[in-house]
């Protein structure tokens, strides 16, 4: 099957930026957004591709806020003419004013809404006035729209019934009518938990791991996705630990055929630098969600990252094997124990893979090369007698092998591989 990606002229390749979220949940403000922009700057951050800084939930006006968590609990009225107020002591200049400042940085800024009354956090969301919210934005200068999906009681869209549907066309429609080029992203992973949308095909890659299989077609966020959007996660929320990226990793399985330039599957953000994991578990996220072509949005403070942060966030090859412009989502090739082989196929005929090791003891990881793994019943693009091997986080030439490759790979580890076939 080939997707037909949404064809409004962005995200051609995956994009790449920092959200607020992970870190700083609805303590948003222009002088983080600034800060964190300039940090993105002197860091090398934006230079390496990071481009979007993206504004998450908290920064419309609220009634009542909960003060002990930051949610809303009593959303803000819309002005006169129907538009969301925004937070004027969190954004004393306005939107327009801060786009005006990260555009003159060579930056872009992106924005939060909801298929709801209220956000999740509780905030004014777009439902029913989708098309003004797309024009609200599209006037203070966005270049990027995050749409959420947690439906609450009678507030929310839910899913059953193709509201989600019909309020994320809605503002696809907005957005492109605007005649502004703004990628668009459905966070489709905050149904109430009845309604969630689940992965079919990740049935076959970790039985174990499964929880439900979708019964409700309008679920399946990735079969209208690429119509949609440029972006959609549909599993859980990342949090920043290992259980957590291993769920959302195996979550991407087989979704592979969904993801085409322009539309493209997430895992959520990344929460690279954000210390509760260790520098060799960052490393296997950010490969994996590298091979994956995902976009990279970032979840760290990015004011204060140590130096193996940066180097591993602006690793070059590592980035180009993300960028690839044919925007293929890595198959799981192989899986043995606790061990994993990633594949990506690359525009140039070549292949990234990841070799990764999921446990916490040492592992020997194989990258088959001639034999094409199959009898396993599982998946490798091509066969191909030999291949030169690169490693590309190291930069340094592995050398030639026929049969396959095996490296010791130590707990939670993962290593990312330029495959250089030899042709036939
Ligand atoms: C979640 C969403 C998060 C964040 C949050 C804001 O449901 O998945 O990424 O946007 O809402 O309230």
Same mark, same amino acid.
């Given at each position: =099957?080939?997707?037909?990606?949404?064809?409004?002229?962005?995200?051609? +390749? *995956?994009?790449?930026?920092?959200?607020?979220?992970?870190?700083?949940?609805?303590?948003?403000?222009?002088?983080?957004?600034?800060?964190?922009?300039? #940090?993105?700057?002197?860091?090398?951050?934006? @230079?390496?591709?990071?481009?979007?800084?993206?504004?998450?939930?908290?920064? *419309?006006?609220?009634?009542?806020?909960?003060?002990?968590?930051?949610?809303?609990?009593?959303?803000?009225?819309?002005?006169?003419?129907?538009?969301?107020?925004?937070?004027?002591?969190?954004?004393?200049?306005?939107?327009?004013?801060?786009?005006?400042?990260?555009?003159?940085?060579?930056?872009?800024?992106?924005?939060?809404?909801?298929?709801?009354?209220?956000?999740?956090?509780?905030?004014?969301?777009?439902?029913?006035?989708? !098309?003004?919210?797309?024009?609200?934005?599209?006037?203070?200068?966005?270049?990027?729209?995050?749409?959420? +999906?947690?439906?609450?009681?009678?507030?929310?869209?839910?899913?059953?019934?193709?509201?989600?549907?019909?309020?994320?066309?809605?503002?696809?429609?907005?957005?492109?009518?605007?005649?502004?080029?703004?990628?668009?992203?459905?966070?489709?992973?905050?149904?109430?938990?009845? %309604?969630?949308?689940?992965?079919?095909?990740?049935?076959?890659?970790?039985?174990?791991?499964?929880? !439900?299989?979708?019964?409700?077609?309008?679920?399946?966020?990735?079969?209208?996705?690429?119509?949609?959007? @440029? =972006?959609?996660?549909?599993?859980?929320?990342?949090?920043?630990?290992?259980?957590?990226?291993?769920? @959302?990793?195996?979550?991407? #399985?087989?979704?592979?055929?969904? %993801?085409?330039?322009?539309?493209?599957?997430?895992?959520?953000?990344?929460?690279?630098?954000?210390?509760?994991?260790?520098? +060799? %578990?960052?490393?296997?996220?950010?490969?994996?969600?590298?091979?994956?072509?995902?976009?990279?949005?970032?979840?760290?403070?990015?004011?204060?990252?140590?130096?193996?942060?940066?180097?591993?966030?602006?690793?070059?090859?590592?980035?180009?094997?993300?960028?690839?412009?044919?925007?293929?989502?890595?198959?799981?090739?192989?899986?043995?124990?606790?061990?994993?082989?990633?594949?990506?196929?690359?525009?140039?005929?070549?292949?990234? #893979?990841?070799?990764?090791?999921?446990?916490?003891?040492?592992?020997?990881?194989?990258?088959?090369?001639?034999?094409?793994?199959?009898?396993?019943?599982?998946?490798?693009?091509?066969?191909?007698?030999?291949?030169?091997?690169?490693?590309?986080?190291?930069?340094?030439?592995?050398?030639?092998?026929?049969?396959?490759?095996?490296?010791?790979?130590?707990?939670?580890? #993962?290593?990312?591989?330029?495959?250089? *076939?030899?042709?036939?």
């Amino acid at each position: =099957m080939v997707v037909q990606g949404l064809d409004n002229g962005v995200a051609r +390749t *995956p994009p790449m930026g920092w959200s607020t979220w992970n870190t700083f949940r609805f303590d948003v403000s222009s002088s983080l957004i600034i800060k964190s922009a300039d #940090a993105m700057i002197s860091s090398g951050l934006r @230079n390496a591709g990071y481009e979007y800084v993206l504004i998450d939930d908290g920064w *419309p006006m609220c009634a009542e806020y909960n003060h002990r968590d930051g949610h809303c609990l009593v959303p803000y009225p819309r002005d006169s003419q129907g538009r969301i107020q925004v937070n004027t002591t969190k954004f004393p200049d306005g939107m327009a004013v801060l786009a005006d400042y990260i555009h003159s940085k060579g930056m872009k800024l992106g924005i939060y809404t909801a298929v709801s009354e209220t956000t999740c956090g509780g905030f004014t969301g777009s439902l029913h006035h989708e !098309k003004i919210d797309a024009q609200t934005f599209a006037d203070w200068g966005m270049d990027f729209v995050k749409m959420d +999906t947690c439906g609450k009681g009678p507030y929310g869209c839910g899913v059953h019934d193709g509201c989600m549907q019909n309020s994320t066309a809605a503002m696809r429609d907005g957005l492109n009518a605007t005649g502004r080029p703004i990628v668009f992203y459905i966070d489709a992973g905050n149904p109430t938990s009845s %309604q969630r949308t689940y992965n079919p095909y990740q049935y076959h890659v970790r039985p174990e791991a499964m929880v !439900k299989v979708a019964s409700i077609p309008s679920q399946l966020v990735w079969e209208w996705g690429p119509s949609t959007a @440029n =972006m959609w996660k549909h599993w859980f929320d990342i949090g920043d630990n290992w259980a957590s990226t291993i769920d @959302n990793l195996h979550n991407m #399985a087989r979704l592979e055929m969904y %993801q085409t330039p322009g539309a493209f599957n997430t895992p959520d953000m990344l929460t690279v630098g954000q210390g509760a994991m260790t520098e +060799t %578990q960052y490393r296997s996220q950010f490969f994996l969600w590298a091979v994956l072509g995902s976009p990279l949005i970032l979840g760290n403070d990015v004011r204060s990252m140590d130096n193996f942060t940066i180097e591993l966030l602006t690793s070059s090859e590592v980035l180009a094997v993300n960028q690839d412009k044919d925007c293929v989502q890595a198959s799981l090739a192989h899986f043995e124990g606790a061990t994993e082989v990633w594949v990506k196929p690359l525009s140039s005929r070549n292949f990234a #893979a990841v070799l990764f090791n999921n446990g916490p003891e040492p592992a020997n990881v194989t990258l088959e090369i001639s034999s094409n793994y199959q009898g396993n019943g599982d998946f490798y693009p091509a066969t191909f007698p030999s291949a030169h091997l690169r490693d590309i986080y190291a930069q340094k030439d592995l050398g030639v092998y026929t049969d396959g490759y095996t490296a010791l790979v130590q707990g939670y580890d #993962a290593m990312i591989l330029l495959v250089i *076939p030899d042709l036939l």
